[in-house]
């Protein structure tokens, strides 16, 4: 029994949906348009402001797929109607970080600064203030675009747990360590 497959999307008033013949699930609305294949055994239908995913049968794939696609198809929902957004700060001393263009340079401690390309999906922008750690802000009408951009960026200097340098979640909490102790 799939708690999360069961559950109807809402659809706001501005977003219109589409599926075609070779299920393909296309959402339209103010943030632009998304679209994804889903599994030919799904069954999405639309009824009056909701949409349903129903499965055919109570095997364990086609349980395991209708929890799924059910989050893919809201998640295109809320990114066309409200969008995501993500922020990562830079912890530690003299690390910065500038956008020109698409391009987001970063420098975090080595020996080099680091160049990334973010996808035209994704607006980025990135703000130092005096006196706080620099914060790159991501929005996309994408959530797995969105987090796979943002995971990358936090992977290029994780954060470590004696000091807490390096890139996090704005509220990521880092459990710390203690460091070593003197013995006599």
């Known amino acids: 029994m799939s708690r999360i497959g069961k559950l ?31 599994d030919k055994d799904m069954i999405v239908k639309q009824h009056d402001n909701q949409l349903v995913v129903e499965r055919p049968t109570e095997q364990k794939r086609h349980k395991a797929m209708h929890g799924l696609y059910r989050s893919l198809i809201n998640n295109m929902v809320i990114g066309v109607s409200q969008g995501f957004k993500e922020q990562l700060e830079l912890v530690g001393v003299g690390y910065k970080a500038t956008m020109q263009g698409n391009i987001l340079e970063l420098s975090l401690g080595y020996s080099h600064n680091i160049y990334l390309a973010i996808p035209a999906e994704v607006s980025a922008t990135a703000v130092t203030e005096k006196g706080k750690s620099p914060v790159i802000t991501l929005e996309s009408n994408d959530k797995q675009l969105l987090g796979q951009v943002a995971a990358k960026i936090r992977s290029l200097r994780k954060v470590e747990p004696y000091k807490g340098k390096g890139i996090r979640f704005v509220g990521e909490v880092i459990r710390r360590k203690a460091g070593k102790t003197a013995s006599k």
Request: charged share 10%; no cysteine; aromatic share 0%.
């Open 8 to 38: 109807p999307i809402s659809l706001p008033n501005a977003i219109e949906v589409t599926v075609a013949a070779n299920n393909v699930v296309t959402v339209k609305g103010p943030k632009g348009s998304l679209s994804t294949p889903v």
